[in-house]
T-cell receptor, first 116, second 114 residues
Framework: GAGVSQSPSNKVTEKGKDVELRCDPI?????LYWYRQSLGQGLEFLIY????????KSGLPSDRFSAERTGGSVSTLTIQRTQQEDSAVYLC??????????????FGPGTRLLVL | GDSVTQMEGPVTLSEEACLTI???????????LFWYVQYPGEGLQLLLK?????DKGSNKGFEATYRKETTSFHLEKGSVQVSDSAVYFC?????????????FGIGTKLQVIP
């Protein structure tokens, strides 16, 4: 079946503009994660969804970042008033089952964001 | 809080050399441990995992053993190939307040030269 998909694959924007990144998880997966991968750094956790609710928003770097998930499926990550330091690859992952520590995360290909 | 420490790369090896990428962790409970791999131009994918102490995960010739006494999950391969060139991420997943929190290491880049 289809894996996790993300769109757009690449986004170039000007500083100060808002951007929306989309994630389509694998059908039936209840958990959804957003990460940021900056050049020379590891994976930075941003936010986690269980169904439509987000129990952990601790990773969002500032109040310019927000995310929502509707219908327990598609999620959008919105960055308002983008800054150059927001340039990174934004990765989405989903996993099938809540409460199962051994569950694997399935990653999407990422959205490469460049803020000029 | 939870953390994962892995050796910084890049690691450069000749084909057929032996590989070890160290990974240690700190966690309050009993996490599951994972190695993910990111090949050039591709997304992250699970390489192997172990869910309890002394478990050994293995895949594609790679192995890692969950060592609770040393809080380690080192990745090993006896003979690397050029096709193993990638970035390798160690990760842990722990039940935290009723949900699964995942923490990744910074990633170790492996370059295998012919």
């Amino acid at each position: 079946g289809a894996g996790v998909s993300q769109s757009p694959s690449n986004k170039v924007t000007e500083k100060g503009k808002d951007v929306e990144l989309r994630c389509d998880p694998i059908s039936g997966h209840t958990a959804l994660y957003w990460y940021r991968q900056s050049l020379g750094q590891g994976l930075e956790f941003l936010i986690y969804f269980q169904g439509n609710s987000a129990p952990d928003k601790s990773g969002l770097p500032s109040d310019r970042f927000s995310a929502e998930r509707t219908g327990g499926s598609v999620s959008t990550l919105t960055i308002q008033r983008t800054q150059q330091e927001d340039s990174a690859v934004y990765l989405c992952a989903s996993s099938p089952q809540f409460g199962a520590p051994q569950e694997t995360q399935y990653f999407g290909p990422g959205t490469r964001l460049l803020v000029l | 809080g939870d953390s994962v420490t892995q050796m910084e790369g890049p690691v450069t090896l000749s084909e057929e050399a032996c590989l070890t990428i160290n990974c240690t962790y700190t966690a309050t409970g009993y996490p599951s441990l994972f190695w993910y791999v990111q090949y050039p131009g591709e997304g992250l994918q699970l390489l192997l995992k172990a869910t309890k102490a002394d478990d050994k995960g293995s895949n594609k010739g790679f192995e890692a053993t969950y060592r609770k006494e040393t809080t380690s999950f080192h990745l090993e391969k006896g003979s690397v190939q050029v096709s193993d060139s990638a970035v390798y991420f160690c990760a842990l997943r722990e039940n935290s307040g009723g949900y699964q929190k995942v923490t990744f290491g910074i990633g170790t880049k492996l370059q295998v030269i012919p």
